[in-house]
């Protein structure tokens, strides 16, 4: 359960679907936006071409070329980065084409073939291949981020008056920064983060995993 508000419907929603738990993340308001701070780079350049498939020497300068591309916007060139080469290919006088994995160039016409064969249910050995883009992508992952371990103590929550299933109900209402790893709770509850709720229903239990994550089950009972 992620975003703001998405804690807020995350038990009802598990119940009607019959999960077995709910997993509210630590920063869960700001989720995304870190998600794209650690997600790693990402690069790709691509190019037709209309070559031959067995033209292999035009080929290997083609995709150097957009490796260099690739390798140029990152901001170290040397270092961290992994190339992926694919192409797109088809059966010469073909409308459409299928992309399979650019290497190893000496196999890449039987791979077509496979894959024209699963897509379409036949496959033309004797027919001409023509490879119409090729294209690079290059990945270099993020480092991972520390999470940082939370404080012994366990601190003592507020309590409130919230409507729930239509009836008025006193309900416990705690600060994520006081529950310690492995600290447990139970519903009805309000957790209170830094730009993000989570609704703890009755019947349902919550304990504070160690990666700071809130999980949540709903009780035996």
Known sequence: AFGGAGGLHACALAG?????????????????????????ERREASRSVLLS??????????FRALERRVRAGFDDQSR????????ELRYRGQAH???????????LAGRFHRA???????????????????????ERAAGTPSVAARGPRRGVPART?????????????????????????SGPAIVLDEGATFWLPARWRARVHPDGALVATRSAR
């Open 161 to 185: 008056i919230v409507r729930a299933d239509g009836h008025p109900r006193s309900a416990a209402v705690w600060r994520r920064d006081a529950l310690a790893t492995g600290a447990s709770l």
């Open 53 to 62: 498939a067995d033209d292999a020497p035009a080929l290997e300068r083609a």
């Open 116 to 138: 024209h064969e699963r897509r379409f249910g036949f496959a033309d050995g004797a027919r001409a291949i023509e490879v119409v883009t090729l294209d690079v992508r290059g």
């Open 80 to 87: 961290g980065v992994r190339l992926e080469r694919h192409a």
């Open 16 to 40: 009607a679907l019959r999960a077995g738990a709910v997993v509210w993340p630590r920063h869960a308001g700001v989720l995304c936006a870190l998600g794209a701070l650690t997600g790693g």
């Open 97 to 107: 084409a299928l992309s399979v994995a650019g290497a190893p160039l000496a196999t």
